[in-house]
């Protein structure tokens, strides 16, 4: 059975989803060591957030170049 091609937007999401999985893990690490650096102990999810909202369009953008130039 021949295989099927891999269309348009499959070859653009998997560096996509890549990038945005890269900036999560980043930003889940970051908010982790920043909590446990703050004095009486710091909420994560408050800091996750304070991250994404500040980062959150320069990480769309890294993963639009990154699918546009891997395809």
Known sequence: MPRRA?????????????????????VCTFSVMAASNIPG???????IWQAVDHTSL???????AAGCWWV
């Open 41 to 47: 102990g710091g909420n994560v999810a408050q800091l």
């Open 58 to 64: 320069l990480a769309v953008a890294a993963a639009l």
């Open 6 to 26: 891999i269309g348009p937007v499959r070859r653009f999401a998997t560096p996509f989803l890549a990038v945005l999985a890269y900036y999560a893990l980043g």
